[in-house]
C-alpha cells in the first residue's frame, strides 16, 4: 500500500466517522437509553446520591461483591499512595534542579537525569496503574453484580508488579537503564510487569463467567480493553533484540503514547461513567455516545505518538497518518464532553458536597483539554514552536495528572470507605487535598506552558542565541517548582488520610460489615 493511498483511507475514515457522530445525533441516538444505562444502578436507587439504604437483597449483593476486592483493592491502594509519595519527592527534586543545577549534587543517583527518570516511573509504573487497576477490580463485581473470582491472582499480580518497580528503580538510581523514557526499566525487569498485568487481569475473566447481568456496562469494556492491551503494548516495546535504530524510537513513542491512550484513559474513563451517574443518582444521558467513544479511541488512538517524530528521520508518511489519526481523535473527544454535560446538566449543586464528584468532573474536563489541545499539538505548525520546549512537559502532565491522577483521588474517596468499613475521619482534610492539588496544578500547568511557548519562540529566532531561550525560563521554572510544592503538599495530606483509614481511625459506616481485618482504634 503506497502512501497516498495510506493517507486517503485514514482521510476518509475520519470524515465517515465526524458522518456517523452527526447522523447519530439528528437520529436521536445521543437520547437517554435507559435498559443499558440503568444497569448500574439497583431498584429505588436512581434519583438519589448513592449513600443511602439498599433493599436487603441488593444490600447483600452488594456487600458480598465489596468484601471479594477487599484484600486486592486494599493492597494495591496503599501501594499507589507509597508510590505517589515517593514520585512527588523525586518529582519535586528532579523541579529544584532545573533551576538550580548544583543543588544536591554530591551523589550520582540524585543528578537530574537518574532523579527525573525515577519521578517518571514511580508515577507511570506506580502510582498511576495501582489506583487505576485497584479502582478498576473494586468496580468489576459491582457492575457485574457478583463476586471478584480469582482474587488471589491480583494480589500475586500487585505483589509481583510492586517488586518489579522497585528492582527497576534501583537499577535507574545506579546508572542502568535502558535508555528509552517511559521504557528505561531493563527488560529483564520489565517484561513482569506484562507478566503481573496479565495475572491481574485474570479475575475479570473469571469474574465474567459468573456475571448476573445481560448487559456489559461501558466501564466493563474500557476495563476490558485497558488489561487486554497494556501486556500487548508492553511486550512488543520491551522485546529485547526486536527493534534498533530509527525504528526504535518510532516504538518507542508508539508506546509512549499508547500507554496513556490504551492504558491509563480507558480506565480512567470506565471510573468516570461509573462514579459520576451513582453520585448524583441518574444514569449517563446517552449510553450510545459513550459506546461511540469507546469505539473511536480504540480505532483511532493506535498510531498518533508519531506525531512526537516531526523532523526526525522518519518516513514523512508514518508522521503525517500520525498527524491525521491526533486530529481524529477530536472525535471520541466530543463524544465524551457532550455526554459528561448533559449528563451533568442540573445536578452541578451535587459538586458542593461530594468530593468524589469534584474530583471526577474536573478530571473528566482535563482529559476534555488534554486532548484537543495534544491533538492541536500534533499540527506542524504547532509542533514548531513547541517541540524540545517545557510546553510539552505541561501537555504530559495535563493527561496523567488533571486527567488521570484527579479522577482516581475522586474514585478512591469513594472506594476507600467501602473497602475499610468507614468513613474519612476528617472532611476538612479532604476539602484541603482539592484545593491544593488543583490550585498546585494551575500555577504548574500555567508557568510551564507560558514559559515553554516563549522557549520556542527564542529558539526559532536565528537572531537570539541559544542560551537566550534557557534563561528566559528560569522564572517560569521556579514557578513550576512553586506549584510541584503545593501539589506534593496536597499529597501528603492525602497519604496521611489514607492511612487514617486503614488504621481504622475513621468512625464506622452505618451498616457496614468487616470486609477486611484489620487493627481497629477504640
Given at each position: 500500500m503506497n502512501t497516498a493511498t495510506l493517507l486517503l483511507s485514514s482521510f476518509l475514515l475520519a470524515v465517515t466517522a465526524l458522518l456517523v457522530f452527526i447522523w447519530s445525533l439528528r437520529k436521536g441516538l445521543a437520547e437517554p437509553d435507559p435498559e443499558a444505562a440503568?444497569?448500574?444502578?439497583?431498584?429505588?436507587?436512581?434519583?438519589?446520591?448513592?449513600?443511602?439504604?439498599?433493599?436487603?437483597?441488593?444490600?447483600?449483593?452488594?456487600?458480598?461483591?465489596?468484601?471479594?476486592?477487599?484484600?486486592?483493592?486494599?493492597?494495591?491502594?496503599?501501594?499507589?499512595?507509597?508510590?505517589l509519595l515517593v514520585a512527588s519527592w523525586a518529582g519535586l527534586t528532579s523541579s529544584i534542579k532545573l533551576h538550580a543545577p548544583d543543588w544536591a549534587a554530591g551523589s550520582a543517583w540524585l543528578s537530574f537525569g537518574r532523579i527525573r527518570t525515577l519521578h517518571l516511573n514511580a508515577v507511570a509504573y506506580g502510582w498511576a496503574p495501582m489506583a487505576s487497576l485497584g479502582i478498576a477490580l473494586w468496580m468489576l463485581p459491582r457492575l457485574l453484580r457478583t463476586e471478584l473470582v480469582g482474587a488471589g491472582y491480583a494480589v500475586a499480580g500487585a505483589i509481583l508488579w510492586n517488586l518489579a518497580l522497585l528492582a527497576g528503580l534501583v537499577c535507574i538510581a545506579l546508572g542502568i537503564s535502558d535508555g528509552m523514557e517511559w521504557l528505561e526499566i531493563p527488560w529483564q525487569i520489565g517484561l513482569l510487569f506484562a507478566l503481573s498485568g496479565a495475572l491481574v487481569a485474570v479475575p475479570m475473566l473469571l469474574t465474567l463467567r459468573n456475571r448476573r447481568v445481560g448487559h456489559l456496562y461501558v466501564s466493563v469494556w474500557y476495563i476490558g480493553a485497558a488489561l487486554f492491551w497494556f501486556p500487548v503494548l508492553y511486550v512488543v516495546?520491551?522485546?529485547?533484540?526486536?527493534?534498533?535504530?530509527?525504528?526504535?524510537?518510532?516504538?518507542?513513542?508508539?508506546?509512549?503514547?499508547?500507554?496513556?491512550?490504551?492504558?491509563?484513559?480507558?480506565?480512567?474513563?470506565?471510573?468516570?461513567?461509573?462514579?459520576?451517574?451513582?453520585?448524583?443518582?441518574?444514569?449517563?444521558?446517552?449510553?450510545?455516545?459513550?459506546?461511540?467513544?469507546?469505539?473511536?479511541?480504540?480505532?483511532?488512538?493506535?498510531?498518533?505518538?508519531?506525531?512526537?517524530?516531526?523532523?526526525?528521520?522518519?518516513?514523512?508518511?508514518?508522521?503525517?497518518?500520525?498527524?491525521?489519526?491526533?486530529?481524529?481523535?477530536?472525535?471520541?473527544?466530543?463524544?465524551?464532553?457532550?455526554?459528561?454535560?448533559?449528563?451533568?446538566?442540573?445536578?452541578?449543586?451535587?459538586?458542593?458536597?461530594?468530593?468524589?464528584?469534584?474530583?471526577?468532573?474536573?478530571?473528566?474536563?482535563?482529559?476534555?483539554?488534554?486532548?484537543?489541545?495534544?491533538?492541536?499539538?500534533?499540527?506542524?505548525?504547532?509542533?514548531?514552536?513547541?517541540?524540545?520546549?517545557?510546553?510539552?512537559?505541561?501537555?504530559?502532565?495535563?493527561?496523567?495528572?488533571?486527567?488521570?491522577?484527579?479522577?482516581?483521588?475522586?474514585?478512591?474517596?469513594?472506594?476507600?470507605?467501602?473497602?475499610?468499613g468507614r468513613e474519612w475521619p476528617w472532611p476538612r482534610l479532604v476539602s484541603a487535598h482539592f484545593w491544593l492539588v488543583m490550585g498546585g496544578f494551575a500555577v504548574y500547568f500555567t508557568a510551564l506552558t507560558v514559559g515553554g511557548w516563549l522557549q520556542g519562540l527564542a529558539m526559532l529566532d536565528a537572531s537570539r542565541p541559544f542560551i537566550e531561550s534557557v534563561q528566559l525560563t528560569i522564572p517560569w521554572l521556579q514557578g513550576r517548582t512553586v506549584g510541584g510544592s503545593i501539589m506534593t503538599l496536597g499529597h501528603v495530606v492525602f497519604a496521611l488520610h489514607v492511612g487514617a483509614m486503614v488504621l481504622g481511625l475513621g468512625p464506622r459506616r452505618e451498616g457496614a460489615v468487616d470486609l477486611y481485618p484489620l487493627p481497629r482504634s477504640a
Open positions: 440503568r444497569v448500574i444502578f439497583e431498584p429505588g436507587e436512581i434519583g438519589q446520591r448513592d449513600l443511602g439504604p439498599l433493599p436487603p437483597r441488593a444490600e447483600d449483593i452488594r456487600l458480598a461483591a465489596d468484601r471479594s476486592t477487599a484484600r486486592p483493592v486494599l493492597l494495591m491502594l496503599v501501594f499507589a499512595v507509597a508510590w516495546a520491551k522485546w529485547p533484540g526486536l527493534h534498533f535504530g530509527v525504528e526504535a524510537a518510532t516504538m518507542n513513542w508508539w508506546f509512549g503514547h499508547n500507554v496513556l491512550g490504551l492504558f491509563y484513559t480507558p480506565l480512567s474513563l470506565a471510573a468516570i461513567y461509573y462514579f459520576l451517574p451513582k453520585v448524583i443518582g441518574r444514569p449517563v444521558q446517552s449510553y450510545n455516545l459513550s459506546l461511540v467513544g469507546f469505539w473511536c479511541l480504540a480505532f483511532f488512538y493506535g498510531q498518533v505518538g508519531g506525531h512526537h517524530l516531526i523532523g526526525g528521520p522518519v518516513p514523512e508518511w508514518l508522521v503525517t497518518l500520525s498527524i491525521v489519526q491526533s486530529m481524529m481523535m477530536v472525535v471520541p473527544v466530543l463524544a465524551f464532553t457532550v455526554n459528561q454535560h448533559l449528563t451533568m446538566r442540573g445536578h452541578f449543586a451535587v459538586l458542593n458536597h461530594s468530593p468524589t464528584l469534584r474530583f471526577v468532573v474536573l478530571g473528566g474536563m482535563m482529559y476534555t483539554l488534554s486532548s484537543v489541545q495534544g491533538s492541536f499539538e500534533a499540527l506542524r505548525s504547532i509542533n514548531t514552536v513547541t517541540h524540545f520546549t517545557h510546553f510539552t512537559v505541561a501537555h504530559a502532565h495535563l493527561g496523567l495528572y488533571g486527567f488521570v491522577t484527579m479522577v482516581m483521588f475522586g474514585a478512591i474517596y469513594f472506594a476507600l470507605p467501602r473497602v475499610v
